[in-house]
């Protein structure tokens, strides 16, 4: 790495026959044209930097990072290896991308917030202060994700929602697209007010239960194989959470193949069993648009 105060000492350096300026300590870096640089910015090997920049003093850029044209990245922001953001970005103060984050074009991240390893932010999205993002996170297009909002690991966020602040979604959850949610609102509330408004209903709900042909789960999750024979009760061990693959039994709406859901293939030869199961026996109702898979603790079998 190699800490410089002006693109004219990155200008000065030899460039080799791929377009690469190489420092006196052999780093290796691109800065397009018009970028400025005010302050002390360390830059490690293989950062490229696109024309019409902004850094500012303390910009830490990591190993085999792309920073678009047109960006600002503003006092203190650290961006670890492998990381990319698109063209016309502002990243305010302070702001931590940590390894192999990716932020798509047009966005806007405020102070202080922080992106974990893995993450991919939509293009024109705004993350307003305070905000964190856990490891393998996809934000869609157009989102806003306004002050101190926290998503948990490998959670999905559908392209223009709003999660207002303080809200929380915990690990593994899938919010669809052209979501709003309310200032401090959690996916455990979420889980409770859908399953509060099934239990208004008081009566059995029907579901499909994918088997093999000799009705034994598929085990597309992994877990203890189970044969469901007509007319069984079918019980097993879970806690409500806003998970949707954890302990208990899983389910599918009526009329849903698993194809469709990502558990397997379409070839799959599959069939499946209409069950029943109470309100008061769901452990995850499916996500919040009433799609996905269903995780309760008791069903019976119907056909």
């Not at 420092?23 to 691109?30: C, D, F, G, Y």
């Not at 302070?94 to 922080?114: E, R």
Request: proline share 5%; charged share 20%.
């Amino acid at each position: 790495m190699i800490t410089v105060s002006s693109v004219k000492e990155i200008l000065a350096w030899p460039q080799n026959r791929n377009g690469w300026h190489v420092s006196p300590n052999a780093n290796e870096v691109k800065i397009g044209s018009n970028c400025s640089i005010d302050g002390k910015v360390t830059l490690n090997r293989y950062v490229s930097i696109g024309d019409e920049c902004c850094l500012y003093d303390g910009v830490n850029i990591g190993y085999n990072s792309t920073i678009g044209p047109k960006c600002l990245l503003d006092e203190n922001v650290s961006v670890a290896g492998s990381c990319l953001i698109g063209k016309d970005c502002r990243i305010f103060k302070n702001v931590k991308l940590h390894t192999s984050s990716i932020i798509g074009k047009s966005c806007s991240l405020y102070d202080n917030v922080t992106i974990n390893m893995g993450s991919s932010i939509g293009n024109y999205c705004v993350l307003y202060h305070d905000v964190s993002v856990g490891t393998y996170c996809i934000i869609g297009d157009r989102c806003a994700l306004h002050k101190a909002v926290i998503l948990q690991d490998e959670c999905w966020l559908g392209a223009c929602s709003i999660l207002f602040e303080n809200a929380v979604l915990e690990s593994l959850t899938n919010i669809p697209s052209n979501c709003e949610l309310d200032a401090g609102t959690t996916s455990l509330s979420l889980v409770k007010k859908h399953i509060n408004a099934l239990l208004e209903v008081g009566k059995p709900i029907l579901g499909w239960k994918w088997v093999t042909h000799d009705r034994m789960s598929p085990n597309f999750d992994g877990g203890t194989v189970i044969h469901y024979e007509k007319g069984a009760v079918i019980e097993a061990e879970g806690e409500l959470s806003a998970t949707q693959c954890a302990p208990g039994l899983h389910i599918l709406p009526v009329g849903v193949w698993p194809e469709y859901v990502g558990l397997c293939d379409p070839g799959h030869t599959n069939m499946p069993l209409l069950v029943e199961y109470q309100p008061e026996d769901i452990l995850f109702p499916g996500n919040p648009d009433g799609g996905g898979k269903i995780r309760v603790r008791k069903l019976r079998v119907l056909t």
